[in-house]
């Protein structure tokens, strides 16, 4: 099973709303991603989880609260989000160390704050 | 920090060989990744180049060259639905596989 599997596809919300994007793997993969993805732009890196720890968050806004409650699943917790956070939201995974270059996408949640 | 730079738009024909280049400058390089996306889909991984030279992966190929900091995807016997966003990314030295992606480059193949 090489598959990456994210939920809900779509989502919209109100600035006020809480929400959370869920994330699974079954590959036995200890690294574990968070992606954005604006129109016309590569993927940009949020959060990066090593071995079920935070390894490295670059700078996000703590409206963005991510959360690694097992090897196989990673969330990503949604509060007072702005109208410019309308994105692709990508997860993937990856293997540690030796073979961590290869990392396999989520098809990623769609989501639109209003 | 790292920066990448690729063509952001190459167009060949159904048939034809394409290469999209990919020069870079970071501290801490590790390797090379290539992955594509189609519309509306997740990024694929397609290649990696860790070691200076040329990798090949079916109708794919991927060359580094560390010295000159540059890379690049050839792919070869375009098909139709080889049409999609291309993104060269530089991995950098941590266990976790952090990887920076260039701005990508749309390749549409025409018949």
């Known amino acids: 099973d090489t598959e990456v599997t994210q939920t809900p596809k779509h989502l919209v919300m109100g600035m006020t709303n809480k929400k959370s994007l869920k994330c699974e793997q079954h590959?036995?993969?200890?690294?574990m991603y968070w992606y954005k993805q604006k129109a016309k732009k590569p993927p940009e890196l949020m959060f990066v989880?090593?071995?079920?720890?935070?390894?490295i968050n670059e700078s996000v806004p703590s409206r963005f609260s991510p959360e690694c409650p097992n090897s196989s699943l990673l969330n990503l917790h949604l509060h007072a989000l702005q109208p410019e956070d309308s994105a692709l939201y990508l997860c993937a995974s990856s293997q540690v160390g030796t073979g961590s270059y290869e990392q396999y996408f989520g098809p990623g949640t769609r989501l639109t704050v209003t | 920090g790292q920066s990448l730079e690729q063509p952001s738009e190459v167009t060949a024909v159904e048939g034809a060989i394409v290469q999209i280049n990919c020069t870079y400058q970071t501290s801490g390089f590790y390797g090379l990744s290539w992955y594509q996306q189609h519309d509306g889909g997740a990024p694929t991984f397609l290649s990696y180049?860790?070691?200076?030279g040329l990798e090949e992966t079916g109708r794919f190929s991927s060359f580094l060259s560390r010295s000159d900091s540059y890379g690049y995807l050839l792919l070869q016997e375009l098909q139709m639905k080889d049409s999609a966003s291309y993104f060269c990314?530089?991995?950098?030295?941590?266990?976790?596989?952090?990887?920076?992606f260039g701005d990508g480059t749309t390749l549409t193949v025409k018949p």
């Open positions: 989880y090593s071995y079920e720890k935070l390894s």
């Open positions: 990314a530089v991995r950098v030295n941590t266990n976790a596989g952090k990887s920076t």
């Open positions: 590959m036995g993969h200890r690294a």
């Open positions: 180049n860790g070691l200076d």
